[in-house]
């Protein structure tokens, strides 16, 4: 689809993402997917994701940070029926917060003890459903695994015995499920704990624990529920060296393109932009409508692109809303051309995010509002 003139933009290509959950789905065909759509969906739009993942995917249960960005998909999608936790921010300690989790229907996690007791004596929290998240070695948020004795005796004296979501977090899974000491240690702790609740007669009818990384290494489905983010917009979470560990071969749902402003023949060590900097080889340097004011930061100094085909390299100091990108003389480049940063390819956005030193994570989350998000279905 030609796009005309919009500015830079990105792309969001919903078939693809489509394709994505079906891939994970095959290999986890028994579990629900609590599809994490926190920070704006990755930096995707978080409306436009969950009602296609609603409408076109069966996903029904989704998660984000914050009770401001649960509110906000609530009553940006009000007639529609799903279930939302939020994991972070969830702001308990709030009188005027306790009616709206219930009227809204929007499940706290309980990461800590002080908002376990608001929960527990607050009639309007307590009549909805009870998730608990446990620290079994991240030490981020989390009940701690060493104090699940106490946690119980006071659900117990509180008359609770229906959990209805028990969850944990990995912090590595980046790397080896089956190797890394820290995920056997998290994953037997979370198995204990799990049979603790049991052995005190406490009904726990859902759990999860599975992030990406995890997921990707088909480590998560013991579980009812997976809790996948990044890996379904595309990306691996596998650190670089352990990106042969991964079954994951997701597409990038997302395209960046801008447009070429203009062309300039240059020398080695002509002046290039701000300070000045001093071109590396002779070639043709293309000015690309994008920069840092739309989340293309002055780290992408230096890393490679590509332009049909041929390798570019990002030079001199990157603008507010203009980059240089330096091609070999004699590459075949047009004014008011499109151009793509970055399109489908996992590998590609790989090596994006390695030479920007960010995270996959990162990239997407990154881009402005400046940068309108275009969805697209093929
Ligand atoms: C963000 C988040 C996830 C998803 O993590 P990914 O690495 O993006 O898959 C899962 N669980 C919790 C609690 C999270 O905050």
């Not at 219930?102 to 309007?124: A, G, M």
């Not at 799990?194 to 998560?220: C, D, R």
């Not at 997302?254 to 080695?268: D, Q």
Request: overall charge neutral; hydrophobic content about 35%; proline content about 4%.
């Amino acid at each position: 689809m030609e796009l005309g003139r919009l500015g830079s933009r990105l792309i969001v290509d919903l078939s693809l993402f489509k394709d994505n959950i079906k891939l994970l789905k095959d290999r986890f065909p028994h579990q629900e997917v609590i599809f994490m759509v926190k920070a704006d969906a990755y930096g995707h739009g978080i409306l436009e994701m969950v009602e296609f993942s609603l409408e076109e995917c069966g996903i029904k249960e989704f998660g984000v940070a914050s009770l401001s960005e649960a509110l906000a998909l609530r009553r940006s999608l009000p007639e529609k029926e799903f279930e939302l936790y939020v994991f972070s921010d969830q702001g308990l300690s709030l009188q005027e917060n306790h009616e709206l989790y219930h009227q809204k229907r929007i499940f706290p996690v309980i990461t800590k003890w002080s908002d376990l007791k608001i929960f527990c004596e607050n009639p309007s929290l307590k009549s909805g459903p009870l998730c608990l998240k446990f620290n079994t070695g991240m030490n981020r948020l989390g009940l701690d695994f060493e104090e699940v004795d106490e946690v119980i005796s006071y659900l117990k004296s509180k008359g609770i015995k229906d959990i209805h979501h028990l969850m944990s977090h990995f912090a590595n899974a980046s790397l080896s499920m089956k190797k890394n000491n820290r995920n056997l240690w998290q994953r037997d702790r979370f198995k204990k704990l799990k049979e603790e609740f049991k052995n005190a007669g406490f009904n726990i009818m859902n759990s999860s624990i599975g992030n990406s990384g995890a997921l990707e290494q088909g480590i998560g489905g013991e579980e009812t529920h997976i809790r996948p983010g990044l890996m379904l917009y595309g990306p691996s979470s596998m650190a670089p060296k352990n990106k042969n560990q991964t079954f994951w071969k997701g597409k990038i749902i997302s395209r960046l393109e801008t447009t070429i402003l203009s062309l300039r023949p240059i020398k080695k060590g002509d002046p290039i932009g701000y300070g000045s900097v001093p071109c590396p080889s002779s070639g043709v340097l293309a000015i690309i409508a994008i920069g840092y004011g739309d989340g293309i930061g002055t780290k992408f100094s230096g890393a490679h692109l590509t332009h049909r085909g041929v390798q570019g390299q990002i030079v001199g100091r990157v603008c507010m809303d203009m980059t240089f990108v330096l091609f070999p003389e004699g590459t075949d480049l047009k004014e008011e051309e499109n151009f793509i940063i970055w399109g489908s390819d996992p590998e590609f956005f790989r090596n994006l995010s390695q030479e920007t030193s960010t995270i996959p994570y990162e990239l997407v989350i990154a881009l402005t509002t400046r940068v309108p998000r275009i969805y697209q279905i093929n």
